[in-house]
Nanobody
Framework: QVQLVESGGGLVQAGGSLRPSCAAS????????SGWFRQAPGTEREFVAA????????DTADSVKGRFTISRDNAKNTVYLQMNTLKPEDTAVYYC??????????????????WGQGTQVTVSS
């Protein structure tokens, strides 16, 4: 079992930066690949970025590539999403997710088992 708690969202002007984090419970968090998803009002949840259990493999959605970077610190049981050059269209609730995965593997987007409660990110124009 893994419990995930996001924090670090907020209100920022376009062009600004935020770094939400996702704190995980459990001693085996290093065995789980992690991902970030987002959902804006009236839209479906969409994939943002993912990272393998050891951090050596990442995947990033085209819509945020070059602006967002996912990273993790297994010693702190925490995953981060560095978001730079934010745009109003990045406004959404951002969710952290986890899936037990083999070394270096990125889960398919429908494989994630554990989810956090989300953190709101609002980008003003």
């Amino acid at each position: 079992q893994v419990q995930l708690v996001e924090s670090g969202g907020g209100l920022v002007q376009a062009g600004g930066s935020l770094r939400p984090s996702c704190a995980a419970s459990g001693r085996t968090f290093g065995s789980y690949a992690s991902g970030w998803f987002r959902q804006a009002p009236g839209t479906e949840r969409e994939f943002v970025a993912a990272i393998s259990r050891g951090g050596g493999t990442t995947d990033t959605a085209d819509s945020v590539k070059g602006r967002f970077t996912i990273s993790r610190d297994n010693a702190k049981n925490t995953v981060y999403l560095q978001m730079n050059t934010l745009k109003p269209e990045d406004t959404a609730v951002y969710y952290c997710a986890a899936h037990y995965a083999g070394w270096g593997k990125i889960p398919r987007r429908n494989e994630y088992d554990y989810w956090g409660q989300g953190t709101q990110v609002t980008v003003s124009s």
